[in-house]
């Protein structure tokens, strides 16, 4: 018999430093600073010490102008050092400052400094093949993204493709192909986020479109400055990189919380200066968003709306207004300048960006939805409209039954100081209902401020707001101002979160909206009874509706259109 062959074991991985990790070694301690991350190891004067012992050891020493990092300690290592030497390692691992690699091997600087495993991205960005496609295969930003994938670490082939415009790049690779397009004009460009070819094209056709709304006229048929391909190619050679050999999308939202889960980021470059970010592009067809969990997520969302390059929406904004007696935020609409208030900038936000986006509907669709952050925000907003278009009759309610609710009395007094004089201010209960209908009369408004809510005190409160908005656009003789305000229907979600200290009262804004929520369920079923109004989705017309409608679900916002009721 002859004897087996010796078997091949694969080298033991080694603990390596990431690349790009620099170390400062302090009097006490370390101090370690890689991607995204820093670490700070104080306590012991032997830290620096047992770093310079690891840098010149051969058993854990650097390979391939690598760092030195912690490995197993020799058998002859004291118990003190090798404990030591454990939890420095420890420490470096929870920090994802480390990297295991074969011992004598080196780590590519990158994907070394991102990929959990660096031998496997490595490896298949060299097996990827990546395909650049352009009209002119020779121009400067085709030649760029090519050196820029060869750099990555990948082996591109450039080919003509006569149907994409000049400018325009497409890069496909891998199995199943994934692609994405870059563009570079004389005044900018952009980078699509990485997915299907037929949609990357589709992508590629519509941003073109979206961007050159603003773009300069005078810029076309310049050529772009040298630094813009180049920055371009690079990002685009990045994204395809990145999601050939499954590391983490430069535009994933984790990373930026002004981008959306649900839609793609797209890389936005000008050119004069150069410079490059991701914006979120709210309108792209995507996957429904679940609705915003509270306000603060609800605002992220309507900022990525409103996104001054991609987004449909002009962002709400206090601007220059005044933010006393109430805050004021304002916003372009097609019906005109739309100015918002409410007890807070934040709800006054949340309240223009709901109105404003109904005004653009009711220009390109003729349903003409009610707009929500959620669908009872949506509901809530749709029955008061119906309610108020024509309200039920019902008993007069005295003064004493809001009269010294803190809300009430505070907007009140502080409408009185505006006019100069006390309001002429009505409330009625609406039949046997628990809906309250409140009405303030003034001579300089064409119809009287009302608002409909769960209790009289609460009703009186958003009609003196709803009063101190109008007057205060007027006041500043805002050209075509319309006005809106905040209503109970959005207080759900503006208490979303903690509970107020228990110490408060309803003279507390987040105790007196946290009042509004626990009421709204009750009057919105009172408000049906009333109305007979049913609700339904929205689902666009017109084809000019369409990114709208695609933008409201990847933020999660809900339109509505309603029948039967008494309007």
């Known amino acids: 018999m002859t004897a087996p062959e010796p078997r091949m074991t694969a080298p033991e991985p080694r603990p390596r430093l990431r690349p790009g990790v620099a170390v400062t070694p302090l009097r006490a301690g370390l101090h370690l600073r890689g991607r995204g991350t820093s670490l700070t190891l104080e306590g012991s004067r032997a830290l620096p010490a047992l770093w310079r012992l690891l840098a010149a050891g051969p058993a854990t020493g650097p390979g391939e102008g690598q760092e030195p990092a912690p490995g197993p300690a020799d058998p002859q290592t004291p118990p003190a050092v090798a404990a030591a030497l454990a939890t420095l390692t420890a420490r470096l691992r929870e920090h994802d400052l480390l990297v295991d690699a074969p011992a004598g091997a080196g780590v590519l600087p990158w994907p070394g400094s991102a990929a959990a495993r660096p031998q496997e991205a490595a490896a298949a960005l060299a097996a990827a093949r990546p395909l650049v496609t352009a009209a002119d295969p020779d121009g400067p930003l085709a030649r760029a993204v090519v050196r820029a994938l060869a750099r990555g670490g990948a082996a591109p082939t450039a080919v003509p493709d006569t149907a994409l415009p000049a400018g325009r790049v497409l890069l496909v690779a891998g199995d199943p192909a994934v ?18 070819p037929a949609r990357t094209r589709a992508d590629a056709e519509a941003l073109a479109a ?26 685009a050679a990045h994204r395809l990189l990145c999601a050939v050999a499954g590391l983490t999308d430069p535009g994933d939202p984790a990373e930026d919380p002004r981008l959306l889960a649900t839609r793609p980021a797209v890389l936005v470059a000008d050119a004069r200066p150069p410079r490059a970010e991701h914006h979120p592009w ?16 609800a605002l992220r969302r309507i900022a990525a709306l409103g996104d001054p390059r991609l987004g449909l929406l002009d962002r709400p904004t206090p601007g220059d207004l005044p933010q006393l007696p109430v805050a004021l935020v304002s916003c372009r609409t097609p019906a005109g ?50 309610c108020l278009a024509d309200p039920a009759g019902g008993p007069a309610v005295p003064d004493a039954a809001w009269r010294h609710h803190p809300q009430a009395a505070h907007w009140c007094a502080a409408l009185t100081r ?8 009505t409330v ?18 064409a119809v009287p401020d009302r608002a409909v809510e769960a209790t009289p005190a609460d009703a009186v409160t958003v009609a003196a707001l709803a009063a101190l908005t109008r007057r205060s656009a007027a006041g500043l003789r805002l050209p075509a101002a319309r006005h809106t305000t905040l209503t109970g ?52 017309a017109t084809p000019a509706a369409q990114p709208w409608a695609d933008a409201l679900h990847g933020c999660g916002l809900t339109a509505l259109v309603t029948t039967g009721g008494r309007t």
């Open 179 to 196: 692609a994405l397009a870059v563009q570079c004009d004389a005044d900018g460009g952009f980078v699509t986020a990485p997915a299907g």
């Open 428 to 445: 009625r209960q609406l039949e046997d209902s628990g809906a309250f209908l409140a009405e303030i009369d003034d001579a300089a408004a």
């Open 337 to 386: 300048l739309l100015v918002a208030g409410a007890v807070r900038t934040d709800l006054a936000r949340l309240a223009a960006a709901c109105r404003a986006v109904e005004l653009h509907l009711a220009a390109v669709d003729p349903a003409a939805p009610v707009v929500g952050a959620d669908r009872g925000d949506a509901l809530g907003r749709a029955l008061r409209r119906a």
């Open 489 to 540: 229907s959005a207080a759900a979600l503006a208490t979303a979160g903690p509970a107020p200290a228990p110490w408060t009262d309803e003279g507390w804004t987040d105790r007196w909206l946290t009042g509004l929520a626990t009421r709204e369920e009750r009057l919105q079923t009172d408000l049906r009874q009333l109305t007979g109004l049913r609700a339904v989705e929205w689902r666009p």
């Open 210 to 235: 979206r961007l050159r709304e603003g773009a300069d006229p005078a810029a076309s048929g310049a050529s772009p400055p040298p630094t813009l391909p180049a920055l371009l190619a690079a990002a």
């Open 418 to 425: 505006a006019l100069g004089r006390p309001p002429e201010l």
């Open 282 to 297: 709210a309108a792209a067809p995507g996957p429904r968003a679940a609705p915003p969990a509270d306000l603060a997520e």
